[in-house]
Nanobody, 114 residues
Framework: VQLVESGGGLVQPGGSLKLSCATSGFTFSSVAMSWYRQAPGKEREWVAEITSAGGSTDYADSVKGRFTISRDNAKNTMYLQMSSLKPEDTAVYYC????????WGKGTLVTVSS
């Protein structure tokens, strides 16, 4: 099982970024997926989740209305579109797959700063 995040970087407040999580080694279309983040000095926190077919999503209150989770089961890839970014969104963003065992990617760093 492999989860590889990409798309992080430095962005100004109010800007946008789109993260990707490319997966392999399991039947992606059968698994609900989620995004987490960990800010410096803080615990890892849940950000958003999406069901296996993509028909249902849920978000943390802190990102609701600004972030959109999606997936392309044909490409075995999950996405996180982030808009209206704030300095407090600065964190390493991780994708997670629960296959009985929980798998994590290595993360991608998002820095929101002017």
């Amino acid at each position: 099982v492999q989860l590889v995040e990409s798309g992080g970087g430095l962005v100004q407040p109010g800007g946008s970024l789109k993260l990707s999580c490319a997966t392999s080694g399991f039947t992606f279309s059968s698994v609900a997926m989620s995004w987490y983040r960990q800010a410096p000095g803080k615990e890892r926190e849940w950000v958003a989740e999406i069901t296996s077919a993509g028909g249902s999503t849920d978000y943390a209150d802190s990102v609701k209305g600004r972030f959109t989770i999606s997936r392309d089961n044909a490409k075995n890839t999950m996405y996180l579109q982030m808009s209206s970014l704030k300095p407090e969104d600065t964190a390493v963003y991780y994708c997670r797959a629960d296959l009985g065992t929980t798998y994590w990617g290595k993360g991608t760093l998002v820095t929101v700063s002017s």
